[in-house]
């Protein structure tokens, strides 16, 4: 026959069905405790996260941007106690390997690693006042990860650094009523909505073989993003684009090649994303296509498809140093306001 006992410490819940008997059962990663609550911090975590214990109102965790994460627990103990609070990330497919992930503690805005929870009544649920924040890096969308919160108290001190490299982890975590986990699948960032789009016709007379686009931005601001496509791809599917991409430098210069038939006609669209400042009045962004040069015992390998040109841009028809001959091209300029004195 099984036995359980009652968890004595500040209980961080596997699941909203965890009453605090250890060992606990299924399911074990969906603490509704461990409490991801996007870019925006709680105006007051004590009063929401006290009123709605009942609740697992956690919200998605999001690749690319500072996920928020408050740590709460209830004290399933006879005695007033307090506690302090840690929180760790790890990949998911990692939870029975802790060498991989027991260092992976995350922070607060001040750089703490810990939140200290008040001395709480018998029965009482504790919060932490400040969130700790995750931020996985944008192009880990899909992925599954965990986060492990913890609280530890004066007798149920914290489990995690003193973990062998290789466990059981949902035996181990059944056992330790301190300890709250949240298995989540990374959401892809929001997509940024472009402050200008514009859309120009390229009908090159290229013969068949490498083709490169460029977009050369002049006066626009360091920090802003570019981004193009063309509609038609390349006869190998090759989507022909520049995906989001910061502009470093002024004057800033990017590009990608595609193999093409001759003769290659699209609509390519432009968009422009806005960051801190804003553009001289004498800016200007053109996106240009055309083919380097063929020259005898001469070849250009080894760029990546999408990459930095080290030449500067052209003028229509003529070659640049580097044999590229521009085929194509559209130039735009970004209207700049006035201000108001």
């Known amino acids: 026959m099984n036995s359980t006992i009652r968890y004595d410490g500040i209980l961080v819940r596997a699941s909203l069905e965890d009453n605090g008997d250890l060992p606990r059962s299924g399911p074990l990663q ?56 840690f929180l760790y990330w790890a990949n998911e497919a990692d939870l029975d390997s802790p060498a991989r992930w027991r260092n992976n503690r995350l922070f607060t805005a001040d750089g703490s690693d810990r939140v200290p929870l008040g001395r709480t009544l018998p029965g009482r649920v504790a919060v932490g006042e400040a969130p700790f924040i995750y931020s996985p890096p944008a192009n880990d969308d899909g992925a599954n990860i965990a986060l492990l919160g913890v609280v530890a108290t004066n007798e149920n001190p914290n489990p995690i650094p003193g973990l062998g490299d290789s466990i059981n982890f949902d035996r181990w975590i059944s056992r330790e009523g301190g300890v709250g986990v949240l298995q989540a699948t990374l959401q892809p960032p929001p997509k940024p909505t472009a402050s200008f789009t514009t859309t120009g ?4 007379g290229n013969t068949k073989g490498e083709v490169s686009f460029f ?23 090759y989507k022909i684009q520049l995906p989001l991409t910061t502009i470093n430098a002024d004057p800033f210069l990017q590009g990608t090649f595609a193999d093409l038939d001759a003769n290659y006609s699209s609509p390519i669209t432009f968009n422009l994303f806005p960051g801190q400042g804003l553009p001289d009045k004498d800016n200007s962004v053109t996106v240009y296509a055309g083919q380097y040069e063929e020259v005898a015992g001469t070849e250009k390998s080894g760029l990546p498809r999408v990459f ?32 108001e004195t």
């Open 30 to 85: 969906e603490s509704p405790d461990v409490s991801p609550q996007g870019k925006n911090v709680v105006e007051d975590p004590q009063t929401y996260f006290r009123q709605n214990y009942g609740e697992n109102v956690g919200k998605p965790v999001v690749a690319g941007e500072p996920n928020l994460v408050y740590i709460r627990g209830k004290n399933t103990g006879d005695f007033a106690q307090g506690g302090t609070a």
């Open 201 to 204: 016709q390229f009908d090159l």
């Open 215 to 237: 977009i050369k931005t002049v006066g626009i601001p360091q920090g802003w993003r570019v981004s193009f496509e063309a509609e038609e791809p390349a006869p190998d599917g």
């Open 308 to 339: 930095a040109a080290s030449e500067d841009a052209p003028q229509v028809g003529q070659i640049d140093p580097g044999r590229f001959i521009i085929q194509a091209q559209y130039t735009t300029k970004i209207n700049v306001p006035t201000a």
